[in-house]
């Protein structure tokens, strides 16, 4: 199969391949409409895109042939809250929660082994499940119902939400999810229980006594899992970058990174855990390039040190911002691909050590991945 | 007797023709036209079955009061239209 990137956009899907060496545009849907997240499904070839329409909510849709046709599905449906249900409030703000769809932020396989089972994230915070290849999807009660979402909050957005799904490959029961911000939750039965373990996460503006250091409150912005060495995960957060070696059960900070700690995005080489790259931004507040220089930062040691990357990139003043599903990396480590709040798309072929502009045109970009 | 329209906004999407519909109040008529058009549901209504954010439903030319439960009578030869507003883009 050619080299093939899929691109979500604010204003619609895209689709990029290389073929004799270049790459070049190889498809478009959704022209106008939001899709802040897609999945290619390798196992069965299904690309799926949620479509968030601005007035008439998020539809989900599949192919089963690379685009030339779509079908739309049941969607992602919250359930009616149950007169019994507590009424949960937004941690930080007071506000109640909502049984309701707001916007569907990861689609993840469910295993090798799991042929049609899909794990899909959301914001308000809920988990969703698909046993028929994104046919119907049921809310997974087990995490919904956890009391500790009573800590949970939005971050960047008006509720949490669970952007980031790793799989265990050694064992597909054992799934990490991120929440911005609710920490990290961890299952090793599949979904039927669950355990808080973002322990180790802090926030630097909040002392431990406000409630600083408490893994329900943390806003892990990504995490990505070694897919070689899955207890290796590493997660950007909005204060600083993570590393844990118990596959998200516990975490250590990294420190002292340059030119900042701050950003959005994180990959991981699918073949060495102690190699990961980073879209570092002034912290925190702020949220733009450093002194308008746009770079990625990499480590090839487990964050004992980082070298900043920017052949290829553009040179200052340059604004890009890179969102947290803005960056991949393909399954043989060499390549990674960008993309940027500003339209602009890069695809490195030497783990990052270089960069081609595709292009600097397309609308904001919300999600890329190598299908 | 009693109509209901939707934005060609909407059309785009899925099918929803201008309906003749009947029923005492607006959640009436519009669960009339989605018993035909399931489909549409989603559209309109969010998972919790009240009207969308960004959803205007106006009955005679004036925004409907109960955006939740769509109780609002319906008078007879009312006219309901249901179309996106500005406020979603």
Same mark, same amino acid.
């Given at each position: 199969?050619?080299?093939?990137?899929?691109?979500?956009?604010?204003?619609?899907?895209?689709?990029?391949?290389?073929?004799?060496?270049?790459?070049?545009?190889?498809?478009?849907?959704?022209?106008?409409?939001?899709?802040?997240?897609?999945?290619?499904?390798?196992?069965?070839?299904?690309?799926?895109?949620?479509?968030?329409?601005?007035?008439?909510?998020t539809?989900?849709?599949?192919?089963?042939?690379g685009?030339?046709?779509?079908?739309?599905?049941a969607?992602?449906?919250?359930?009616?809250?149950?007169d019994?249900?507590p009424?949960?409030?937004?941690?930080?703000?007071?506000?109640?929660?909502?049984?309701?769809?707001?916007?569907?932020?990861?689609?993840?396989?469910?295993?090798?082994?799991k042929p049609?089972?899909?794990?899909?994230g959301?914001?308000?915070?809920?988990l969703f499940?698909?046993?028929?290849?994104?046919?119907?999807w049921?809310?997974?009660?087990? %995490?919904w119902?956890?009391p500790?979402?009573?800590? *949970?909050?939005?971050?960047?957005?008006?509720?949490?939400?669970?952007?980031?799904?790793c799989?265990?490959? @050694?064992?597909?029961?054992?799934?990490?999810?991120?929440?911005?911000?609710?920490?990290?939750w961890l299952?090793?039965?599949?979904?039927?229980?669950?355990?808080?373990?973002?322990?180790?996460?802090?926030?630097?503006? %909040?002392?431990?006594?406000?409630?600083g250091?408490e893994?329900?409150?943390?806003?892990?912005?990504?995490?990505v899992?070694?897919?070689?060495?899955?207890?290796?995960?590493?997660?950007?957060?909005?204060?600083?970058?993570? @590393?844990?070696?118990?596959?998200?059960?516990g *975490?250590?900070?990294?420190?002292?990174?340059?030119?900042?700690?701050f950003?959005?995005?994180?990959?991981v080489?699918?073949?060495?855990p102690?190699?990961?790259?980073?879209?570092?931004a002034?912290k925190?507040?702020?949220?733009?390039?450093?002194?308008?220089?746009?770079?990625?930062?990499?480590? @090839?040691d487990?964050?004992?040190?980082?070298? $900043?990357?920017?052949?290829?990139?553009?040179?200052?003043?340059?604004?890009?911002?890179v969102?947290?599903?803005?960056?991949?990396?393909?399954?043989?480590?060499d390549?990674?691909?960008?993309?940027?709040? $500003?339209?602009?798309?890069w695809v490195?072929?030497?783990?990052?050590?270089?960069?081609? %502009?595709?292009?600097?045109?397309?609308?904001?970009?919300?999600?890329?991945?190598?299908? | 007797?009693?109509?209901?329209?939707f934005?060609?906004?909407?059309?785009?999407?899925?099918?929803a023709?201008?309906s003749?519909?009947?029923?005492?109040?607006?959640?009436?008529?519009?669960?009339? #036209? &989605?018993?035909?058009?399931?489909? &549409?549901? /989603?559209?309109?209504?969010?998972?919790?079955?009240?009207?969308?954010?960004?959803i205007? #439903?106006? &009955?005679?030319?004036?925004?409907?009061?109960?955006? #939740?439960g &769509?109780?609002?009578?319906?008078?007879? /030869? /009312?006219?309901?239209? #249901?179309?996106?507003?500005?406020s /979603?883009?």
């Amino acid at each position: 199969m050619k080299p093939l990137i899929h691109v979500g956009t604010r204003k619609g899907l895209f689709a990029f391949e290389k073929t004799n060496g270049h790459w070049s545009p190889a498809g478009e849907w959704f022209l106008g409409i939001q899709v802040p997240m897609l999945f290619h499904d390798r196992r069965d070839g299904l690309l799926h895109a949620a479509v968030e329409h601005g007035h008439f909510g998020t539809k989900m849709h599949r192919s089963a042939d690379g685009g030339a046709t779509w079908e739309e599905t049941a969607g992602v449906l919250y359930p009616p809250k149950p007169d019994d249900a507590p009424e949960i409030r937004d941690g930080f703000r007071n506000v109640v929660v909502p049984w309701s769809l707001e916007k569907v932020w990861s689609l993840e396989s469910g295993g090798p082994d799991k042929p049609g089972l899909l794990w899909c994230g959301t914001i308000p915070g809920g988990l969703f499940r698909s046993s028929d290849s994104g046919s119907t999807w049921e809310l997974v009660r087990s %995490l919904w119902d956890r009391p500790e979402r009573a800590q *949970w909050a939005g971050g960047g957005y008006d509720f949490p939400g669970i952007h980031s799904i790793c799989v265990d490959p @050694r064992n597909s029961q054992r799934v990490a999810v991120a929440i911005s911000c609710g920490g990290v939750w961890l299952t090793g039965d599949g979904g039927e229980t669950w355990e808080q373990g973002a322990n180790g996460m802090t926030y630097d503006f %909040l002392p431990a006594e406000q409630g600083g250091a408490e893994p329900d409150g943390q806003d892990p912005h990504r995490m990505v899992m070694c897919g070689s060495a899955p207890d290796r995960c590493w997660v950007q957060h909005h204060c600083g970058i993570y @590393r844990s070696d118990a596959a998200g059960r516990g *975490w250590e900070e990294i420190s002292g990174v340059k030119p900042s700690g701050f950003g959005f995005a994180v990959a991981v080489h699918p073949k060495d855990p102690d190699t990961a790259w980073f879209v570092p931004a002034r912290k925190d507040e702020f949220r733009y390039p450093v002194d308008g220089e746009f770079v990625v930062t990499r480590t @090839r040691d487990g964050g004992k040190s980082f070298e $900043t990357l920017s052949k290829g990139l553009p040179p200052a003043p340059c604004y890009d911002l890179v969102y947290r599903h803005g960056l991949d990396i393909d399954e043989s480590g060499d390549r990674l691909v960008m993309g940027s709040t $500003t339209g602009a798309l890069w695809v490195s072929e030497d783990q990052g050590d270089s960069w081609e %502009l595709l292009t600097a045109h397309l609308p904001p970009v919300y999600c890329v991945r190598f299908a | 007797m009693a109509s209901i329209a939707f934005t060609q906004h909407l059309q785009t999407h899925v099918d929803a023709p201008r309906s003749e519909v009947s029923g005492g109040t607006v959640r009436d008529a519009l669960e009339e #036209v &989605l018993a035909e058009n399931p489909r &549409l549901r /989603g559209y309109v209504l969010d998972d919790a079955g009240a009207v969308r954010k960004h959803i205007a #439903v106006f &009955l005679d030319g004036e925004s409907v009061k109960d955006r #939740v439960g &769509l109780s609002d009578p319906l008078p007879p /030869g /009312g006219e309901i239209f #249901v179309m996106q507003a500005l406020s /979603g883009g």
